[in-house]
């Protein structure tokens, strides 16, 4: 199966190893992947921001640069999210609507695809420690992806996965928010790490790296050791522990 990996701006530029973490499990599941070089930001932040003109340009550039992929495959529900909009966004443009049903109808988070498309739950990975998960926003709401994630986090042998208490609520990142907002944005992410600490896990995993990060940072700065995954890097482990092998470093 052809698949076209869209790496997502803060995989490419902060935290590549998630990203390579996804290919390793795609192609160990037996997918042959590219990498359009031509892909840039899906635009969600100037869109997000008001910028509609503007942030057409990058997306308009994201439909070419995926326009001959069979399949799309992002490790974010935020950005795969965004995807999902282009076609409300160029409803009645006669260049680019249908380009866009297109981009949305073969786009996936990287858990989505492993679940949705390739039909697999048990991905051979095993990583022993207490973890607990956090939902994003865009995944859930927008994307309305709330199961792969667990399905698949339920088959890694060794891990023991402990409910987050209200899971759904938004760690205050929402990506500008935490900027145009930093007081209230600063008692949510509290709020979340303390529902964190409450678990007893050493290891937060999320699908989304916004969220892993704010999270992570915030940990950092209060003196908790909890270490922060890329569900790609749990699943991308075979056999040995998360301090031996990946994983960042909160």
């Known amino acids: 199966m052809k698949v076209s990996i869209f790496s997502t701006c803060l995989v490419d530029?902060?935290?590549p190893s998630a990203g390579k973490a996804m290919v390793e499990v795609l192609e160990r599941l037996g997918c042959e992947l590219d990498f359009p070089a031509s892909q840039v930001c899906c635009g969600q932040p100037t869109y997000n921001s008001g910028y509609l003109e503007d942030s057409k340009l990058a997306m308009k550039n994201m439909m070419l640069a995926f326009e001959h992929s069979d399949y799309v495959v992002g490790p974010s529900g935020s950005c795969i999210a965004m995807f999902h909009e282009y076609p409300k966004i160029f409803k009645g443009d006669p260049d680019w609507e249908l380009k866009a049903v297109a981009l949305k109808e073969k786009s996936y988070e990287f858990t989505q695809f492993i679940v949705r498309v390739l039909g697999i739950t048990d991905v051979g990975a095993r990583l022993e420690g207490t973890a607990t998960y956090h939902r994003s926003c865009?995944?859930?709401?927008?994307?309305?992806e709330k199961e792969t994630p667990y399905l698949l986090l339920e088959q890694v042998r060794g891990l023991q996965l402990e409910p987050l208490k209200n899971s759904d609520n938004c760690c205050g990142f929402g990506g500008t928010f935490s900027v145009k907002m930093p007081d209230i944005?600063?008692?949510?992410?509290?709020?979340?790490?303390?529902?964190?600490?409450?678990?007893?896990?050493?290891?937060?995993i999320s699908a989304d790296m916004g969220c892993l990060l704010n999270i992570g940072g915030r940990l950092s700065r209060k003196g908790v050791p909890v270490k922060i995954m890329h569900i790609a890097e749990v699943l991308n482990h075979t056999g040995e522990t998360a301090a031996a092998k990946g994983g960042i470093p909160s």
Do not use: N, P, Y
């Not at 949510?188 to 050493?202: F, I, L, Q």
């Open 185 to 204: 944005s600063s008692q949510m992410v509290d709020e979340k790490c303390e529902s964190v600490v409450e678990t007893g896990a050493d290891i937060l």
């Open 13 to 15: 530029l902060m935290t």
């Open 138 to 144: 865009h995944m859930t709401r927008l994307l309305g």
